[in-house]
């Protein structure tokens, strides 16, 4: 697009366009948006159009432009989206300046809302771009589809309008934004980018250019002014450049950042519709008047003042307008004003009432009205006056004694003590102006026998109970003292236990005559029940805190005026003690038909005892027990109170001693290591925990079954059961054979024989005795004296001679040895 060319006249000398009208609006009505209008042409008498637009505060669908009466010559035109209504001539042609002159002069504003308010700025020009009296600029979509930002800058700066220079639109303030972009008839480009600085956004066009406009991302921030769309910029792809966007992504007129060509899809809603061209500001521009305003404005209420008080009465509210009068009303439409003035004074009103404020001007009843509360808050419900009585139980007789004053809010306030403030005061004027604030506890009629209590509600709504302190006339008996006595069982032997204090009340308000309302309450000391602190509050679950022994104080009172019949200690908590005794966790029980006596150790005194069986059955009703068969045993011991203790359990282990057969024992003979084994033992040998020792009874013992590098020999194993039940032996043969010998009538190794042979392990024996070449030479049982070393009673000589022993044992198997040795001589 080339320069705005205007056929005015062949001097092209464009008209100076005069308006004025601040005026103010009545909702729902209609106003003429000028009270005087003129075109001054030194050269023409005619246009081709006139553009009204309503440039600012401009509400899409409630806001409306009309030309109203009689206009043959004018066409006139309403652009709902621009806001801007278009004055033309019939079939294109011009329209003369006395016809566009009485148009204007008909065109009236209306809004279809009652909520309508501020300001409606209205411009008149004869340019299509449209034109914003704030800046004195104007602004121009330009259709231009897929164009990209470098391209709509170049040809931007290549438009003018009436001699203005064009740049892409550079957006400083939430109006020039609205008629740029959410009132444009079409979106595009604008001015700004973070090209050069990712992140930091400036304006790179117009008289604007290099001015920062928003730092960051989409969580960014401003130093003057942005419109950003949600979420935005958020450079997805390298977006460097601002767009406005299109209708229907977000907020309607907002930025979004694109990359320099935007989305190539055209179905794209970022797929570039054109640019948005502004005009004004540049240096050496020449100063055009081919525009003009007006306003209306409605008036609002500004501020508003709501008032309070307590109890019925008159309230005095407040409401300032912007500009005319205030009227007053009781509902939110309709209806007439109760008054007008920027205070009302209600009629005298019991309960909180909501009234309404409208601004008006030259008598408008319509508008947003203003809701103005005139709160009446209630004053407590307190007792004029009441009597509190509190027991003389401090020891001195005098009349005097120490209250609570805290408990008597209450009793004034009739239960409804909650949220309310108390305070306490010697006299009547204090308690008005709340100072002189007595402490409540402990508080001694012998300073004042009357006080007066303040009570103020959370909204400072207070009145004033006056209360008599007398002490009272009755009490408990000297030396009464009710027992709750109990055995400790619970899960501890402590001294403590739970009590239930309820089951003692009825005693004390026995006491005292037959009142309505009289209770029982619980303290741990007197301070404590006369000032009515600290009480034990759960009375049914009370644990006492000294163990076995606790003394508490009693209180009865009238739960109707917090009147005192009776304070001392007279609630005794007895906590008798389990029984406590020792006995030994475990003993033995030796199989041989003695019986064990399981008995009773350190007792803590003389107690009733019961001894029982792993069935429950009784076995003995006796400090002792004789027992005559292994388990568990448990006893339980009674007080004379009937306390009984915590069962003790006794495990008695049978046991005996071991019973060894031949089957139980292994032998390895014959051999460099020779070995006996006891096998069986958890089975065969007994039920006992054995130890055992090798050939001497009186050890070492050892737990392991087994001795190795046993010599040959006749031997003796003890077994011993570790519980005392007895020892047991058992020979054992461990057969072997000498070296050599030496047959030299000397009395030493005359004979050969094997070594540790016992008749009694073995059915028979045979022993063979050859020579190197294999002749028999002697054959002779092994409990015979032995081999002499001498062959058909010759003696032989020193050699090497050879053996082999047939045994066949108990059980009947045969087993062969076979072996050699040295005659010396």
Known sequence: MGSFDLAISQTNIP?????????????????????????????????????????????????????TGTHPNIVDTWNANEGKLSLRGIGGANV???????????????????????????????GDANYLPSTGHYYQFIQDLG???????????????????????????????????????????????????????????????????????????????????????????NEDYAHVTAPGVGIKGSWNDLAVTGSIDVSSPYHPQGYIVEYGGTPGDPIVDISAS???????????????????????????????????????????????GNTFTTLPIAITTTYYALASTNGCL????????????????????????????????????????NEINDVITFGNSSGMTFTYHLNMADALVTTNVINPIPFNNATANTVYVRVESPEGCFDISTVDLQVSTTSFPNGLVHELAYCDDDDLSDGTRVFDLTQASQFFLNEFPAIQGLTAHYYRNLVDAQLEQNEISNQSNYTNETPFSELLYVRVEDENNGACFGIGPHLSLVVHPRPEFEVDSSATLCTDGVPITLGINAANGIYAYEWTDENGS????????????????????????GCESFPVLVTVFESAAAVIGNEDITVIDFSNNNSITITDQNNGIGIGDYEFALDNSLGPYQNEPVFYNVDAGIHTVYVRDKNGCGITEKIISVLGYPKFFTPNNDGFNDTWNLIGWNNDDSQSADIFIYDRYGKLLKSLPPDSSGWDG?????????????????LVKEDGTSQVFRGHFSLKR
């Not at 566009?100 to 020009?125: P, Q």
């Open 147 to 237: 164009v990209s930002w470098s391209e709509a800058k170049i040809a931007a700066e290549t438009l003018t309008y009436f001699g203005l220079q064009g740049y892409l639109a550079t957006i400083t303030s939430p109006e020039e934004a609205q008629l740029s972009g959410e009132q444009a008839p079409g979106t595009g480009w604008i001015g700004g980018g973070d090209a050069a600085v990712e992140g930091v956004w400036r304006w790179m066009t117009g008289p604007e250019a290099g001015t920062i406009f928003w730092n960051g991302d989409m969580n960014g921030s401003s130093p003057n002014y942005a419109n950003w769309n949600t979420q935005e910029p958020n450079n997805l792809g």
């Open 15 to 67: 008209p100076n366009i005069v308006a004025d009208g601040n005026q103010m609006y009545c909702p729902l009505g209609q106003i003429n948006i000028v009270t005087n209008f003129d075109i001054i042409d030194p050269d023409d008498t005619e246009i081709e159009a006139l553009h009204i637009q309503i440039a600012q505060g401009y509400s899409r669908g409630s806001d409306v432009l009309t030309l």
């Open 96 to 126: 003369s300046y006395p016809d566009l002159i009485a148009a204007v002069y008909a065109v009236e504003f209306s809004n279809s809302s009652t909520a309508v308010s501020g300001i409606r700025e209205f411009s008149f020009t004869i």
């Open 790 to 806: 001498t062959f058909n009673g010759s003696a032989l000589s020193s050699s090497d001679y050879w053996f082999a022993v047939n």
């Open 294 to 340: 007006t306003q209306i404005s409605v008036a609002t209420v500004e501020s508003s003042l709501d008032a309070e008080r307590c109890g019925p009465g008159t309230l005095l509210l407040e409401a300032i307008p912007s500009a005319g009068t205030i009227f007053w009303f009781d509902v939110p439409t309709g209806s007439t004003p109760l008054g007008n």
């Open 618 to 641: 009784v076995v003995s009703s006796q400090p002792i027990a004789t027992i005559t068969s292994g388990g568990i045993y448990g006893v339980i011991a009674t007080s004379n109170e």
């Open 366 to 405: 319509e508008g947003d009205r203003i809701a103005v509360i005139a709160t009446v808050h209630t004053v407590p419900t307190v007792a004029a006056n009441i009597v509190f009585q509190n027991c003389d139980e401090d020891g001195i007789p005098d009349g005097f004694t120490d209250y609570n004053l």
